[in-house]
Nanobody
Framework: QVQLVESGGGLVQAGGSLRLSCAAS????????MGWYRQAPGKERELVAG???????YYTDSVKGRFTISRDNAKNTLYLQMNSLKAEDTAMYYC????????????????WGQGTQVTVSL
């Protein structure tokens, strides 16, 4: 079992920045994928960024160059640095963890945090 606790969401103006954090505990897979999903009202849940235990990364096209995913293995913490935020980034953001199959997009993310709301005002 893996527990994930997210923090860092909030209200920010367009062009601003936020850093999301996800503290992981429990039986973390040694070969793993961790990622940030987001879901806006009326939209499908989308993988925004992912990172493997080996350092592979994935970003959805809409956030490339603006968001950076990273991890601190000593602290079992995942981060998402979000810069140049846009109104369309408004969503509930979820931290997720699972076994890394070789594809961050296709890996099974079996464990989820409770979500943290990011709202970007115009």
């Amino acid at each position: 079992q893996v527990q994930l606790v997210e923090s860092g969401g909030g209200l920010v103006q367009a062009g601003g920045s936020l850093r999301l954090s996800c503290a992981a505990s429990g039986s973390i897979f040694s070969i793993n994928a961790m990622g940030w999903y987001r879901q806006a009202p009326g939209k499908e849940r989308e993988l925004v960024a992912g990172i493997s235990s080996g350092g592979d990364t994935y970003y959805t096209d809409s956030v490339k160059g603006r968001f950076t995913i990273s991890r601190d293995n000593a602290k079992n913490t995942l981060y998402l640095q979000m810069n140049s935020l846009k109104a369309e980034d408004t969503a509930m953001y979820y931290c997720a963890h699972g076994y890394y199959s070789g594809s961050l997009l296709l890996s099974r993310y079996d464990y989820w945090g409770q979500g943290t709301q990011v709202t970007v005002s115009l």
